[in-house]
């Protein structure tokens, strides 16, 4: 059921056209998993771009582009607005992407930043990402916007994506699992020893609050709330995505109509669609009935 606050006022329209939501793979499926919580009347078109992951090493203006098609691409799905829900091409594309085209779209840092910024009480916050994100440095003023006396820290960890998806795999169980609310993954003990590898210079600065700063991360919490410790809070900005999701339907007077039965569309660039439906299902910890693969056509660099 909706919140109080993200309830339509009376007498306003309506709009029962999907939600776009896309990553470059499965990690996005985390904010679609939280979209799905907070607006359960609201359709949602998913695009996964698995056959051109991981963004995180390529240049931010190849990413750029990989943004804009995506958007046109679920545009002919006539969805209503869109949440681009990875980080680095959040960083690479967003302004872009809101310059370009007539429907809302958001993106994933500026909420994870805000909530870093209201979550830190000794003002010292980590971030984790991709080599991409950090590279824009686009938490770390995102964060100093909203408080200039914040100490951001940032560490590239961009083995993490490789981990939650091979963690993904190696789990794979029977459909139950998919029902239990959270996303299974299998943690190897060498993936124990990345994280230290990663985190423990982050501990050592005495930060109290982690953005995980990649769609991906969330379905490491155990493993990477484990290494820093409960003193640190882990921030993922899928709720907060959500929460800016409804506030912006309920300003446009866009809310699906009560009681609308919501449809849930997946589409996935990647050769192997069965997989995506096996493995995305664990992520979003429900079945997906249906995986559809596209082909976008490729980018010529002018």
């Known amino acids: 059921m909706l919140s109080a606050q993200d309830r339509p006022l009376v007498g306003e329209g309506y709009d029962n056209r999907p939600i776009g939501v896309f990553d470059s793979g499965y990690g996005g499926l985390t904010v679609a998993r939280e979209l799905q919580r907070r607006l359960p009347e609201e359709s949602i078109v998913y695009f996964g771009d698995s056959a051109r992951c991981p963004y995180g090493p390529r240049d931010q203006a190849e990413v750029d582009r990989f943004v804009q098609q995506i958007c046109t691409w679920l545009l002919g799905q006539d ?11 959040t960083a690479a594309g967003l302004s872009h992407a809101q310059r370009v085209f007539d429907v809302p779209v958001v993106g994933v840092v500026e909420p994870g930043a805000r909530a870093a910024a209201h979550t830190t009480i000794n003002r010292r916050v980590g971030v984790i990402a991709t080599k991409g994100t950090v590279d824009s440095n686009a938490y770390s003023e995102a ?17 993490f994506v490789e981990i939650a998806e091979m963690g ?75 929460r800016d999701v409804a506030h912006i339907l309920r300003r446009r007077r866009s809310f699906a109509e009560p009681g609308n039965v919501p449809a849930a569309a997946f589409f996935t660039t990647g050769a192997d669609t069965a997989e995506f439906r096996r493995f995305g299902g664990r992520v979003l910890s429900r079945p997906m009935d249906v995986v559809e693969h596209v082909d976008l056509p490729e980018l010529v660099v002018s």
Not at 189 to 216: K, M, N, Q, S, W
């Open 143 to 159: 964060i100093r916007h909203i408080d200039a006396g914040i100490t951001v820290f940032s560490t590239a960890t961009p083995r």
């Open 168 to 242: 993904l795999k190696l789990a794979d169980g029977p459909i139950e699992d998919y029902l239990s609310g959270a996303a299974k993954v299998y943690i190897r003990p060498e993936f124990e020893e990345i994280a230290r590898e990663y985190l423990e210079p982050l501990r050592r600065c005495e930060i109290d609050t982690l953005v995980l700063g990649c769609t991906h991360y969330p379905l490491l919490k155990a493993l990477i709330g484990g290494v820093v410790g409960r003193p640190v809070t882990l921030v993922s900005s899928a709720e907060e995505t959500a």
């Open 79 to 89: 969805v209503k607005m869109i949440v681009i829900a990875c980080n680095t091409a």
